[in-house]
């Protein structure tokens, strides 16, 4: 007979079958267990753990069997397994998961997280860890493993993931190596960045949409996701890529292969257990949006903002979707630049004419040089810098280098120190600032008040979504009045994972300065006075 293929289909063919059917269903399930020790539900589950992808995504809806799935590749596929959420505390849902499917605990030291067993004929290893401080992920530098799991990886740090990711290899000829990542749609502004990692599957703009299970290549190209068309190598020529070249004229390293990448998406329909347990009832009762979230993994539902996020993310939302491409411009006003050199963090221009900003130029902070980064720094701002616009500059660490440049250059340049204090309020009138950066964090938010007339347009940038949704304040007692104090750049970092470095550039070129000769106009104007004579 013809078997069902998901199941639900399992469900209603076992509730309309007779004694003798039922008995051979049954005994076809013994027979599987029998062999194997776990596997895959038929469906999407089935779907992710066979998905030839090296990165598979699988998440959605809450029951769908992600974390079951992690457990289950570990104990029957995979030789070596580092599994990863935010805190190692989180990693005790999954070991019991295992304890039930091994029926056992032999083999697990709960006190180094590692549990050694021997299941479907072969050693395996199986590692669990966090990485909820910011320097977590260095302990796992070098150590490899052909599965890095990251469980609810919306809760995790992008960099960090990044960065582990990095050794997922296996030197056995019959054993592949792949990441996989669970998650339900992300509920607070950190967790955005999945949304532009699996942009094809998520983003319901994305130019070139792919299906659920579809195989996508991408590649990493000055600290940015490039998506390609198919998985042949290349080398870099001028920033574009070059298919027909000698591999013999360069080095392995210039030689760059593109990954595989996919996302299947998950729903508690798909668990057979959780339908039968009623858990779809419970995720039906939850309020909006983490019942569409949850029930539905409806990934464009809204994010909750935190209750003391800066700027509102439906404020931003709303000003990239104002954004489109232009030709004519008009004149540039401003410029916002932050600093980076030969490290992770990214130099970022922001170029703005009026309430339009452009799109940001991002170039990797290990392309500058650090022995040269005040002349190589100035010499991108000035590439870019057009109509005489003033430029911005954060003067921390790096920044005061490219300044000093700048103005030794005569080029219009307005030193940012965010440390200094603040005299200014906020437009209301209620508020005053603890330092310059809490300042013009602020009045970017003043800038996006939908009570604006001035209609701002932001390009439309996760990294800069992510950063602007990022800033958070709290109220300082001053002496005459409360003073609102956003965190610092450091403590963004910690909640991030990178620097927040488009977010600081636009908050920057948000600043309105005069440009030079308009000064000079207005001090001309103002010296000459048409009766002095009489």
Request: glycine letters at 8%; aromatic letters at 10%.
């Amino acid at each position: 007979m013809n078997f069902p293929t998901t199941p639900q289909g399992w469900e209603a063919l076992y509730a309309a079958a007779d004694d003798e059917l039922r008995a051979e269903i049954d005994h076809l399930f013994e027979a599987d267990l029998a062999e194997h020790i776990w596997r895959a539900q038929v469906g999407r589950q089935s779907e992710a753990a066979d998905a030839t992808a090296f990165v598979t995504g699988y998440g959605g809806s809450a029951g769908g069997g992600k974390s079951d799935l992690i457990c289950g590749l570990a104990l029957t596929e995979h030789r070596r397994t580092a599994i990863f959420r935010r805190e190692k505390a989180q990693t005790e849902g999954l070991v019991q998961r295992m304890t039930e499917i091994l029926g056992t605990t032999d083999g697990l030291n709960s006190q180094k997280g590692i549990w050694k067993t021997h299941t479907d004929g072969a050693e395996r290893l199986i590692e669990f860890a966090g990485l909820d401080n910011p320097t977590d992920h260095q302990k796992w530098q070098g150590r490899a493993h052909d599965l890095k799991a990251y469980d609810e990886v919306t809760e995790q740090r992008e960099g960090q993931v990044r960065f582990t990711m990095g050794w997922t290899r296996t030197n056995l000829s019959d054993q592949r190596a792949r990441v996989l990542m669970t998650f339900n749609p992300p509920t607070t502004a950190e967790g955005r960045w999945v949304l532009e990692f699996f942009g094809p599957w998520l983003d319901k703009k994305h130019p070139e949409p792919a299906q659920p299970g579809e195989v996508r290549w991408v590649t990493t190209i000055k600290g940015r996701d490039v998506w390609m068309p198919d998985n042949r190598k290349f080398v870099l020529f001028r920033g574009e890529p070059v298919y027909d070249f000698d591999p013999s004229e360069f080095s392995p390293e210039k030689v760059i292969t593109p990954k595989s990448r996919t996302f299947i998406p998950s729903r508690v329909t798909d668990n057979y257990f959780y339908v039968r347990s009623g858990y779809i009832e419970t995720l039906q009762s939850l309020p909006e949006p983490l019942r569409s979230q949850m029930l539905e993994g409806d990934f464009s539902a809204g994010v909750e903002d935190d209750e003391w996020q800066v700027i509102p993310t439906a404020w931003v939302d709303a000003a990239m979707e104002r954004w489109e491409p232009r030709d004519a411009k008009g004149e540039m006003d401003s410029m916002g630049v932050d600093v980076a050199t030969g490290g992770s963090d990214n130099f970022v221009i922001a170029p703005r004419y009026s309430a339009w900003f452009d799109e940001l130029i991002t170039i990797p902070g290990h392309d500058i040089p650090q022995l040269t980064a005040g002349r190589v720094g100035a010499s991108k701002v000035i590439e870019h810098r057009r109509d005489r616009a003033p430029v911005h500059i954060d003067l921390i660490g790096w920044g005061l280098t490219v300044y000093n440049v700048l103005v030794e250059d005569q080029i219009q340049t307005v030193g940012i120190n965010a440390a200094r204090g603040s005299k200014e309020q906020t437009v209301d009138g209620m508020f005053g600032f603890f330092n310059l950066r809490s300042e013009l964090v602020w009045r970017m938010r003043e800038t996006l008040d939908p009570a604006n007339p001035v209609k701002c347009a932001l390009p439309n940038d996760p990294a800069l979504k992510a950063d602007l949704c990022a800033y958070k304040w709290t109220p300082v007692k001053g002496p005459k009045k409360t003073v609102i104090k956003v965190r610092s750049k450091d403590e963004m970092k910690e909640d991030l994972g990178r620097s927040p470095d488009k977010g600081d550039a636009v908050i920057m070129a948000n600043i309105d300065t005069l440009k030079e000769e308009v000064v000079q106009a207005m001090m001309v104007k103002k010296a000459y006075n048409p009766y002095e004579e009489l």
